[in-house]
């Protein structure tokens, strides 16, 4: 079994808030586990590691252009 993560733990890793990770979390975007209803919110690092590749998105090559000035019309 994989160690638990605590919320704050898991906020300081990802470099979020609190608040940041609870709204990924109520919308799904990060799995968590949680023993009785209201209780505590632990993480486990595979969660972690999921949701970094949920929101990691690739830089859209730049448009090459003919010259670098710009042409006055």
Known sequence: ???LITRKEA???LGISLTTL???RNS???SYIQYVPNGC???THTSLQEYIAKS???AKPIEKRATYRNVRR
């Open 1 to 3: 079994m994989e160690k």
């Open 11 to 13: 906020a300081k890793i």
């Open 22 to 24: 609870d709204e990924a």
């Open 28 to 30: 799904g975007l990060i």
């Open 41 to 43: 919110v632990y993480f």
């Open 56 to 58: 990691t998105h690739r």
